[in-house]
């Protein structure tokens, strides 16, 4: 993949020249216009293609901030391969193995950290104890996927509109896991200070509660929740998120 270069630098470039020739008092004003005008542009529910489809090299460069800031730690970005992106499965989510503790627990960390950013809350006390199977983890070590552009679940992948979890691991179909998808949230959260599922729910299929249950996540009441929804459970409002690793 050729050198990645972001189509935000040459509008960056050419502010950056136009406050040279600004009086100081009035630079704070004239960036304030240049995001009002960015703010309206049309990008929709959706985060641009051109932005988003990073190489392994510009992808943890935006990966490593967050998590020296908010987990304490650089990740051996040795250990992950970003998977090639496919179609709008394109923005990158990593599991660095590094984010598991000594007993072999990391969910609870995630989430710490999401209810330090913003207001959270789950149904259950304890995830790492009730959340006991993802189709992928980072306790076998670090590892990295791509999922799509959309911030809202059915505003994508409409390979799973109407598809319980149980129809989503029939038709072998890899979707997101809670892990990832609280990842997910910490991310966009981070990029864009935008939240993930404001009128939806995404559906975590590729996670099982030790009932079997299946857990989802939106931003619903002004908070982020992680909750429940049945294995055959289907609903309009709630999709899966396929992802590519």
Known sequence: MGAYRDPNEPHIERLMATLQNVAPEKR?????????????????????????????????ELWRPIFLELFGFTPDFSLIKLPQAQGNLVLPILMPGELVDSKGKFMERIFGICKELFPSRKYASNIDKSVTHNDRTPQNGSYAVRVGNHL???????????????????????????????????Y??????????????????????????????????????????????????????????
């Open 152 to 186: 809202e679940a059915t505003d994508g992948d409409e390979i799973l509109k109407g598809l319980s979890a149980n129809a989503i691991r029939q038709k072998n179909i890899a979707t997101i896991t809670l892990p990832e998808r609280m990842m997910f949230e910490i």
């Open 188 to 245: 966009i959260y981070k990029t864009t200070g935008r939240h993930l599922d404001n009128r939806d729910w995404t559906l975590c299929s590729g996670s099982r509660y030790s009932d079997g249950n299946v857990p989802f996540a939106c931003w619903y009441g002004g908070e982020f929740y992680v909750g429940w929804y049945g294995p055959q459970h289907v609903h309009g409002d709630l999709r899966s998120r396929v992802v590519v690793s």
């Open 28 to 60: 704070e004003e004239v960036i304030a216009q240049a995001m009002a005008r960015l703010e309206d542009l049309p990008f929709g529910g959706q985060i641009q293609n051109q932005v988003m489809i990073l190489d392994d090299e510009r992808a943890f």
